[in-house]
């Protein structure tokens, strides 16, 4: 039985609705089918929006008895992630638009992954990409293809992008959060650093959003070929992160794919401090008082 409105009584976050979704859906296959899913959710129609403004829209009444998508035209990658994300706006009632009856979503909307405290239009933003993000990544099926994966690689990033038919940066924000190592994904346009994603455990970037890519970053190395994802190699972790005196530095690693069009993604990679040997232990606390005693 395809799946009807029916079976998504009650869930209202993006983690029930797609949980909801995908039982309903067990023979979901990707890239997932998400023109059809609309259809059966109550989508009318999926039409073009013929506006530079906005990137997506959804025209619905307060109880979404039915709805129309709109979608700008143009690379089909993103035309089904902004589907997805109405959709998202569409099936979540507690979604209220500025105008009644029109939702209507910028670029920048369907980036953000992050909302203010208290703006409720950003939070809605932020809820119909984790929809998105889920409803065409779905969990089981992405760690199903993840299992493949041993090293963090740049290279696996696009292969998901690929088999799941999203757009690079959306399968890096994916791959980030299910990839088990301390991971970081930087995408950068023209030099700067746009977006960082991390998993839970890499800590803080310090290049701010807007701030050119460290000059030596391996991103400004000139053997890059355009659209091969470059070798990993160690690379300075103060660059890139926040490295006390104190302690021992981790390692980082670095990997760099370029697109002609000035995208690139940095993939990072950190590696925990080994653990120091009892005799390390020692020699250091031995300096230690040395030093303190004023004995050399
Ligand atoms: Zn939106």
Redo the contacts with the bound molecule.
Sequence with gaps: MPISRKDLTGASSPEALVKRILQAEPELTVPVPIQDLCERLGILRIEDLSTDEFE?GLVTDAKRSEGTIQAKRGGELRRRFTIA??LG?FLMAHHVPDQPGQ?L?KSS??LRVTAKDGDRRQR??VE?NRFAGLVLMPPHLLRAAMSAFREPDLQHVLALARDFAVGKEVAARAYVQYHPERIAIVVAGNGRVQRCYRSLSFPDIICAVGSPVPTRSRYHSSSHRPNIASDIAACSPDLWIDVKRDLRAPFLYEQVYLQQNGFAMILLRLEPVPEESADERRQEEGWRYRFHSGRR
């Design positions: 997506g994300h109405e706006h939702f979503c909307d369907l809605m933003e119909a």
